[in-house]
Structures are given as C-alpha cells and as structure tokens.
C-alpha cells in the first residue's frame, strides 16, 4: 500500500515536471476540440519574457498513421516543448506541417520538428515561402528575440517551409483532406486559410484574434480582412474555427467579435476621413463604440495604429 503511494506521487510529480509551464501563465496542454483535432491554446497576449514567446494556437490532425501540425510556434525552444507535448497525445510521427502565415510566432518551432523529423513536409503558400526567404524571417528573429529573449537555435538556418500549397489547392495526408485558401491580403500578403474538410472545420491563422489584437504590417490589409471575415460569414457548412491566436468555438462565436471591431476601426476612419480629420482625433469616439474590447490585450495601442492603418487605406484608394 506505502509503496503504491509513493509511486503514485513518483508519477504525479514527473508528470507535473515535464508539463510545458510558464511562471505566469500555468500549465499548457492540448486539449481535444474536435474528434481528432487537438489545440494548446496560448496565452493571449503579445510576446514578452514571460511567455516566451509562445502565443499561439498551435494543433495536431490525428490521422491514421501520422499526425499534421499547423503552426507549432514561436521559436525552436518553443517548438521542443510543444513536441513533447504532442507526444503525450500520440506517439504517431509527425508527417507534415502547414503554417499559416510569415509572422514568426507561427512557425520558427517548425526548427524543432524538422530536427526530429528531416523529411518533414512544411506546406505554406508561395508568397510566404519567398517572404520569409527573403528578408521576413530575419526580421521576425530580430522583433521576436527583443521582446522574448528565447529565440536560441531558431536560425542558423531557419526551418523554411519547403513545399507550397495555392489558393484552391487540394491534398490529402494520411487521409486527412485539406483545402488552401489565400485571400490576396488580409492580415497580411501570405496567408493560408486552411479548411479541414473530414472535420468540416477551417484554421483561421491570424485572420481572426480572440482576446488580443495585433499589429497590422504594411502588407496587411485592415478592409482586405473585413472583406474575407464576411465571406466567411456566409459560409454556413463549417462546424467548427480555429483562429490564430484566441479560443476557438462555432462560427458567430469566433469571427463575430473580430469583424466587429474591425468595422468599427473602419468606420471612424472613414469618419476622419470625410470630415477632414486625423484619425486620432475620433479615436475617443471610437473607444465609446469599442467597451466590449477594452480588456482585449494590446487595446488601445494597437486601436490608434490600425485606425491609422484605416485611414491610409481609404486615402490611398481615394487617389486611385
Ligand atoms: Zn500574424
């Protein structure tokens, strides 16, 4: 009976150390979503010190033989971590991995799976594979190494994917089937929207945030992402979304609140625009319309910089 005991504390305790923790944050696991689709939803916050550098939503498609992991994460550490934990829901091999998007808290953690796995298929769309080749990923090692201090082993040469995946592109691995589907600009120029269609659920990348907002680049589109969320409204014959950064849930509950405040930011843009102001001067009407995202992470730094963002976009299609 002692001995039993003491076991069971043995196992307790090694469980909860081999746990991916931060200090601030618990305890980071995959949780079942979906049949065989798994999500470690991550902290909901910018990078920092703290986190790591781990914020997104990394998943695993369990297929017959081999599991699919869309964007595993920030950093090759990150990416270590995130791999023991894929391995406590299946010991299958990782046969392929699928990012979203060029920002580098998607996909530097492809490092860590390649180095386990070498003939690891890394699907992203053609523009990102040249983005990040040329010039992207060694800025995204840079803001990300600032701000988290846990990019070691990342570059050096960094896990680029190696296979690229159009809009309209179909595959099927292990039996898993996948549909791509690139929206020209949206959060940014390289995004892939990824429709898995046995379980009739869509990875959103960054298209849609939950809880926190990010930072629209210069070749983002805030009026480019309007237009993709309402499309995706209309489509009625998905079950389920997984938004890049957030949690994950049914259609209105997950893509609702993001175009809301989208549109909103929008439409005091246009405000200033047609009334000849800054933007930032309807930036405090803007907030009066924006309470329900006022505890959103990164608030209001990020509202002011993507009603600018608004507003250079309706000037520049002005000039057109
Ligand atoms: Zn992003």
Redesign the pocket.
Known sequence: MKKTYIFLIMIVLTTSLSAFTLKKYGEFHFEKVHENIYVMHGPIVSPDMENEGFMNNPAIIEGKTGLIIIDPGGSYNIGKKVLVEIEKISKKPILATINT???G??WFANKALLEKYPKLKIYAHPQMIKEVKGGEADKWYDILDRLTKNLKGTNNAFAYPNHALKEGENIVIDGEKFIAHHPKIA??DTDLLITHVNLKTLFL??NVMKGRL??FDASSSVFGNITLLEELLKNKNLDFYIP?HGISGKQVETITPYLTYLKTVAKWAQKAYDDDLEAYEVKPQAIKELTAFEHWDGFEYALGRHMMKAYDEISLADEE
């Open positions: 998007h060029k920002h808290d998607h959060h940014t990348g960054d990010g930072a890049g």
